[in-house]
């Protein structure tokens, strides 16, 4: 896709979202205040179906350290997370059954238990990675609604599926589809769709199956980077939301920030960003960008701090589509991204617990930070090389305890099979480890 196009659709798509915004204000069980009201009030804006176009996703809940030294969710700071966003219109939660190590559903169903149940949508998934059993799905789906204590989920998803294959195997043959399709009959799921991570092939398979599944909603990895840069074996997210534009499937939209990356940018890029729009964040470009295509539902954000809430809610109570000149600007952005020798991580941890017990999202973590802060020793020849070369070093052993650092890897593979964006772990270990090891031989 060229620059004339990116600029041409997201044009039209932000016309539409606008006048999508001006004619449905409904809502689905918690009334949405109208007009301008909502931006006073600090609503999130609901513009499809009375879903919040800002969606919580339940995947980074706060942690802390337990006396045993294992992380545990803070309750308390999950349902006061909860409490804001529900006081600002957010209705749709997002979780599974294996995010933070299992305990993710458990945590949100406690914070929304204070909550009527017409007051929130709920959206879980059939994570049926290592058995796909008919049994152990079904129970997968039984025990999802016994934890939240209710009879039905809103939104139901078969989890990160990449082709007709992989479905097949997890779901069609196994006999669990037909159950789940009579479960959407007898209104236990209000709608059923699926998460994608794949490439081009195996999304046409899936949006083959339409016609014989009549999917409800799918659910896409889109920002403005993976538009045209999903690299890898991913498939751009203009051709995904083109497609099921098409086919008027409604679209909830996964990593708008790619991982948190593109919150925390190189600073020649954030330098100009702040300069266009000195009062808003840097997030608030990447939310704008996906939340201004009008087949969009909901936009997630896994927000495990307060201050990233309220800014999404600022974001989104007075949500300010983009213009065709703006679009050009992210498209420029994304290109210059693409020239900084990042690792595409979006520390979704489903390659943790790692066997050996390496920290691969916070090793991954401190290695783009360095690169988008100047701090990553490049050479001998470097300005002041002997103290970069020290402070770096330091803050490595600081960040990642040293035997959960990189020169841990055997290079078993077990990460790379479980990671939707399809990076190389392993050798991307190698190369860390590799690069730590010059330094600390002062042979880089």
């Known amino acids: 896709?060229?620059?004339?196009?990116?600029?041409?659709?997201?044009?039209?798509s932000a016309a539409a979202s606008i006048a999508l915004g001006a004619c449905d204000n409904s809502s689905n069980g918690s009334p949405a205040p109208q007009g301008s009201s909502d931006a006073?009030?600090?609503?999130?804006?609901?513009?499809?179906?009375?879903?919040?176009l800002l969606g919580y996703g339940c995947m980074r809940w706060p942690t802390y350290k337990a006396e045993d030294g294992k992380q545990k969710i803070d309750q308390q700071k999950v349902n006061d997370l909860v409490?804001?966003?529900?006081?600002?219109?957010?209705?749709?939660?997002?979780?599974?059954?294996?995010?933070?190590?299992?305990?993710?559903?458990?945590?949100?169903?406690?914070?929304?238990?204070?909550?009527?149940?017409?007051?929130?949508?709920?959206?879980?998934?059939l994570s049926n990675f290592g058995d796909w059993t008919y049994e152990s799905s079904r129970q997968m789906f039984q025990r999802s609604l016994e934890i939240f204590n209710t009879g039905y989920v809103d939104y139901y998803l078969l989890h990160s599926i990449g082709s007709a294959a992989d479905f097949d195997r997890r779901f069609a043959s196994t006999g669990i589809m037909d159950y789940l399709l009579k479960e959407r009959e007898q209104g236990r799921i209000r709608n059923l769709g699926f998460s994608f991570h794949g490439?081009?092939?195996?999304?046409?398979?899936?949006?083959?199956?339409?016609?014989?599944?009549?999917?409800?909603?799918?659910?896409i990895q889109m920002n403005y980077v993976d538009w045209a840069h999903a690299g890898a074996r991913n498939t751009n997210a203009q051709y995904l939301y083109t497609k099921l534009n098409e086919m008027d499937i409604p679209i909830v939209i996964m990593?708008?920030?790619?991982?948190?990356?593109?919150?925390?940018?190189?600073?020649?890029?954030?330098d100009k960003m702040k300069a266009r729009e000195p009062s808003r964040s840097l997030s608030s470009w990447a939310f704008r960008f996906v939340g201004s295509f009008p087949r969009v539902m909901?936009?997630?954000?896994?927000?495990?701090?307060?201050?990233?809430?309220?800014?999404?809610?600022?974001?989104?109570?007075?949500?300010?589509?983009?213009?065709?000149?703006e679009m050009n600007f992210l498209a420029e952005v994304a290109d210059q991204l693409e020239s900084y020798p990042l690792i595409r991580c979006t520390a979704c941890q489903y390659c943790m617990p790692c066997p050996y017990g390496l920290n691969i999202p916070a090793i991954f973590k401190f290695y783009n930070d360095n690169v988008n802060a100047g701090t990553y020793v490049s050479s001998r020849e470097q300005e002041d090389y002997a103290r970069?070369?020290?402070?770096?070093?330091?803050?490595?052993?600081?960040?990642?305890?040293?035997?959960r650092q990189a020169d841990h890897c055997i290079g078993c593979g077990k990460c790379a099979r479980e990671c939707p964006q399809h990076i190389a772990i392993p050798r991307e270990l190698r190369r860390i480890d590799e690069y730590i090891e010059s330094l600390k031989q002062q042979t880089l």
């Open 83 to 125: 409490d804001y966003a529900i006081s600002h219109g957010v209705n749709y939660f997002d979780t599974a059954p294996v995010y933070l190590e299992g305990e993710s559903e458990r945590a949100t169903a406690e914070a929304l238990s204070r909550y009527p149940r017409s007051s929130y949508l709920l959206a879980t998934k």
């Open 40 to 52: 006073q009030q600090g609503q999130v804006a609901r513009h499809y179906e009375g879903v919040s």
């Open 199 to 219: 490439a081009r092939e195996g999304f046409d398979e899936l949006m083959a199956l339409h016609s014989k599944y009549h999917w409800d909603f799918v659910q």
């Open 298 to 325: 909901c936009v997630l954000s896994g927000m495990t701090y307060m201050e990233h809430l309220e800014d999404n809610v600022k974001t989104f109570s007075s949500f300010k589509p983009l213009n065709s000149e």
């Open 1 to 12: 896709m060229d620059r004339r196009e990116f600029i041409k659709v997201g044009a039209a």
């Open 255 to 270: 990593e708008p920030l790619r991982g948190g990356r593109l919150a925390d940018l190189p600073a020649a890029i954030s």
């Open 388 to 403: 970069v070369r020290r402070n770096y070093l330091r803050a490595y052993n600081k960040s990642i305890e040293p035997d």
